[in-house]
């Protein structure tokens, strides 16, 4: 029989993502709610090598599920990739009496989780917190909700001076594997094209529909491009292509970066934090380990860790015709 878990340990790793603080929250006062002592690790990872731990009761969370970024902080570590340093961190969460682990993080942080778990055979449960929305087996990550509004609230900006100056912008936004912010930025933005690195439109094609669109009128143009696309150029060698082979419009690049990590989480994000933190201590407590707590059509599900890190299966063919109708 599994033994009964007492105390929870909870980081924050990889990216930060809008609704971390809410995860944390729900974690926090779901081991409250079910009388299991709950400890916060500073720093992810490597924070849990250096052993900065500290008890968390649930009005230590108070006031952040409004609140971006992460209180826990979050980090990169380059020594829990290696065996010693996972040793270290279960040395650790052995020394602090620790049972089991709750990683809220992006797919890599899921990896490290899974290599603790197999090594030392330690309960760990993953909690999806990126805004990529890239993991296999949940419609939604932590984040992306809010990182998706930052994006089409910056497009709306561009526009008003793209259409002003008759300019034509290119706007990166994150998604380095997924298309997801950029597809769905770009529908709710209206831009003109979309980039992404599921679909390889080919540059010569993304010229062909700028210029039919300029002939039917258009006069500024909105082009979202995701980190990841496939057009082989960066964004602005993507820009001087552009310039060079469409006459009639000054071309700009505006790269969005880190402003689609930070502000204040959507509802949507604190309600799927608060959901999916809770559903990770209930799963621990129902003796499940090694499993990713995701949202699919709505309701929580448990998922094995090892198929959350398969690549998704993702089909965006629909939102692809979507985005061609109403661009034209
Ligand atoms: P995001 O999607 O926002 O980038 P992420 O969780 O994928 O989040 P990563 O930087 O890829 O972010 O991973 C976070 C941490 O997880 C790494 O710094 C490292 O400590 C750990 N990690 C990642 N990959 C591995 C691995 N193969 N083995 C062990 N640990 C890993």
Redo the contacts with the bound molecule.
Sequence with gaps: MAQKIKNIAVLT???D?PGMNAAIRAVVRACSYYKVNCFGVYK???GLINNELEELNARSVRNIINKGGTFLKS????T??TVEG?QKAHANLVKNNIDALVVI????????AL?LSEEFNFPVVGVPG???N?INGTDYTIGYDTALNTVVDAIDKIRDTASSHNRLFLIEVMGRDAGDIALNSGIGAGAEEILIPEEDMGVERLIESLKKSKTTGKTSSIIVVAEGDTSGKNIFELGQYVENNLEGYEVRVSVLGHIQRGGTPSCFDRVLASKLGVGAVEALLDNKREVMIGIVHKKVTIVPLVDALKKRVHKHDKLIKVADITSV
């Design positions: 790793s990889g990216g993502a992810g990872y490597e980090a990169r570590s380059k829990f990739r996972r993080g992006g797919d890599g942080s899921f990896t490290g290599k990126t805004i990529d890239d």
